[in-house]
């Protein structure tokens, strides 16, 4: 034991040496641990603090995206809106110039018609002569101071016109330069077509069946009025006829008397 201490205290020195080193390392070990600890927990919050900003980050953009996807969508409503209202705009716009376009037609088409009527005159006042407007015999004349035979009725009556033999499919024609006035059928003279020669006198054209002109229209004498129809059961007896009447103010007048 004694040679053991003498051995240390010999090489005390070294043995310091080595102790010295021995605790130096041991505190650098230490001290390497503790920085590494540190460095770990600081690495640990840095990439929390990252992975919060990262999320904040991601936060923010998905509501900006979300607040730009919302904009692109008011915007394009917006857009929508605006050519809905420009289209029903355009629409209304068309409608009410179409409208416009039929009302200025229509007037254009009065305007036309009050023209040319005022244009024509009939100036029929009794002394022209009327051409006949149909060739034929005339099998019941003109009567209203005496009674005159119809076969068919068998029956003596005054006649307002003159019954002018006739076949079927025979052309009439307009007597003097007249205006159309009514267009009818009658269950005594068939279809019917009355004109105006004007100051007060008018034609009527009686058992027609192809009526050739219209309502309102204005001929010239000659004109083809119609055709000439199959006869009523008031004219059977009579046969396929004409009936043409003249009235003054409404007062029948002798056909006859102003025909050439």
Request: aromatic share 8%; charged share 25%; with cysteine.
């Amino acid at each position: 034991m004694k040679k053991f201490f003498n051995v240390i205290r010999r090489n005390i020195f070294y043995i310091a040496l080595i102790a010295g080193m021995a605790a130096l390392v041991a505190m650098v070990t230490i001290y390497n641990i503790r920085t590494n600890s540190k460095d770990k927990e600081n690495g640990i919050n840095v990439s929390k603090e990252d992975g919060n900003q990262q999320a904040n980050n991601d936060s923010v953009k998905g509501k900006t995206d979300q607040n730009q996807q919302a904009e692109e969508t008011i915007s394009d409503g917006t857009k929508t809106t605006e050519k809905e209202v420009t289209t029903e705009n355009s629409n209304t716009t068309q409608h009410n110039t179409s409208e416009t376009e039929r009302e200025t037609m229509a007037d254009q088409n009065a305007a036309v018609t009050e023209e040319a009527t005022e244009e024509v005159v009939l100036d029929f006042d009794g002394s022209q002569g009327l051409i006949w407007p149909l060739a034929g015999n005339v099998i019941i004349p003109f009567s209203m101071d005496t009674t005159v035979y119809f076969e068919t009725l068998n029956q003596y009556k005054c006649n307002p016109g003159m019954v002018i033999e006739a076949v079927t499919g025979a052309e009439t024609y307009a007597v003097y330069k007249c205006l159309i006035t009514e267009i009818y059928s009658d269950e005594q003279y068939g279809n019917v077509v009355k004109a105006s020669l004007g100051n007060g006198y008018e034609v009527m054209y009686g058992q027609l069946d192809e009526v050739k002109v219209t309502k309102d229209q204005i001929v010239d004498a000659g004109t083809v009025i119609g055709t000439v129809g199959e006869p009523t059961r008031f004219f059977m007896e009579e046969g396929t006829n004409l009936y043409f009447e003249i009235t003054k103010d409404g007062t029948p007048v002798d056909p006859m008397s102003m025909i050439e």
